[in-house]
Structures are given as C-alpha cells and as structure tokens.
C-alpha cells in the first residue's frame, strides 16, 4: 500500500536555529502534499497545500517565511522551520496523494515529527 | 466552508462494550467522509470513508460508520471494543475544494 516517510521523528533545536522536516511518498507519486500542525491534545491544522512544481499554498494566519515548504519532486516535500522559537513546538505531520494513492480524496499520512525548541 | 464537530471529546467504555463515536459535518456540497485513527506520536492512519454509493461503509478493525445525510452524521460503531481500540480518533471531511478538515477528535479509552 501507500506509504509516506517523515524524517525526522523527534527533533530538539535551540531557539533561533532552522530545522527540515522531510516528507517522502516511497511508493507512489505525490502530486499533492498537505502539511499539518498538532497541539497537544487537539486536531490537525492544515498549515499549508503544496502541488509538485508550485509555491505552496499557505492557510490564513500561517506565516509564509517562518514555515519555508519545497516540493520540488513527486516524492519528497520539505518543511523548514526557520528562526524556530519555542512557541513553534509541536508536532508537524504531512499527507500526500497522487496517482497510486489507496482510492480517490484518500490522503496517507506520515507519521510525525515532533519539533521541540528550546 | 466545511466543518466537522465531534461530541464528546473522551469516551470510555469497557472491553466488548459497544463503541459509539459521534460526528457531524456541515459541508455546502456532497461531502467525501473519513474517519482516522492515531495512536500516541503517530501519525493518522484510515480506518474507513465514504466517498459514494452504500451509505453503510465497513473499515478496519471491525469498525463502521454510517453516513445520514438528513442528519449530517458519520457516526463511527464497532460492536465490542479491545484494548487495542484505545487511541485518538478523528473524523474528517472533504468537499470539492479538497480541503480536508478535520474534527477535534475523540479519545477513546478501554476498560479492562
């Protein structure tokens, strides 16, 4: 089935720093990735939607050049957190479709990364 | 814009007891239905949807869901719970825009 890798799981940054989070479809190809934002104990916020070969497009109140997003192929997008300070904490989770996805409006998602800045 | 609400932010229930998870959307156009289960630090996984056709939709893990369109319900059942049932769940909605949404979620908790 479709699968998608997010690397990577766990990260600690000290405050200022810039840290990539990678999101690769392994076996199908990604012509849509979402990236998402969860607090503890809450839902997924979609932070931004990215089509392979396209700026991103980001959702209102999402900073544009704090969460830098790259998809520049069919398997892999980026998110950077840049100038990252605490209050950026949390955990980032990215989905992807495409051709090969497990059925039409189906989204499969990686499992995490959980961001902690000190 | 489509929305999902969830009741019940946490529910509990004791090992074979029913499982009865609530959701409801508001969505403008026919809506594509999911229902996603998280296990702690992972991410989502696909328990089952509903895209069109049979409004009764089995997934896994012997759970289903029923899509209402008169009551704008995909409530989420499975007639006897497991320990291994204990988790987040989420149910999702997406309409033509294909923006997903998704609900607060609900964490389910297994008695012994």
């Known amino acids: 089935g479709a699968v998608v890798s997010q690397h990577p799981s766990w990260v600690i940054c000290k405050s200022g720093t810039s840290v990539k989070i990678e999101c690769r479809s392994l076996?199908?190809?990604?012509?849509?990735m979402f990236w998402y934002r969860q607090f503890p104990k809450q839902s997924l916020m979609l932070m931004a939607t990215?089509?392979?070969?396209?700026?991103?497009?980001?959702e209102q109140g999402v900073e544009k050049d704090k969460f830098l997003i790259n998809h520049a192929s069919l398997t892999l997008s980026t998110l950077t957190v840049t100038s990252a300070h605490p209050e950026d904490s949390s955990f980032y989770i990215c989905?992807?479709?495409?051709?090969?996805?497990?059925?039409?409006?189906?989204?499969?998602f990686g499992a995490g990364s959980r961001l902690t800045v000190l | 814009a489509q929305s999902v609400t969830q009741l019940g932010s946490h529910v509990s229930v004791s090992e074979g007891a029913l499982v009865l998870l609530r959701c409801n959307y508001s969505?403008?156009?026919?809506?594509?239905l999911f229902w996603y289960v998280q296990y702690p630090n992972q991410g989502l996984q696909l328990l089952l949807k509903?895209?069109?056709?049979?409004?009764l939709v089995k997934g896994i893990n012997g759970f289903e869901a029923e899509f209402k369109k008169s009551e704008t319900s995909f409530h989420l059942t499975k007639p006897s719970a497991h320990m291994s049932d204990a988790a987040e769940y989420f149910c999702?909605?997406?309409?033509?825009?294909?923006?997903?949404?998704f609900g607060a979620g609900t964490r389910l908790t297994v008695k012994p």
């Open positions: 989905s992807a479709e495409g051709p090969g996805s497990p059925g039409a409006n189906v989204l499969t």
């Open positions: 076996d199908f190809q990604a012509t849509t």
């Open positions: 990215s089509n392979e070969g396209s700026k991103a497009t980001y």
């Open positions: 969505s403008s156009v026919p809506p594509y």
């Open positions: 509903y895209t069109t056709g049979a409004t």
């Open positions: 999702a909605v997406r309409d033509n825009n294909n923006d997903m949404r």
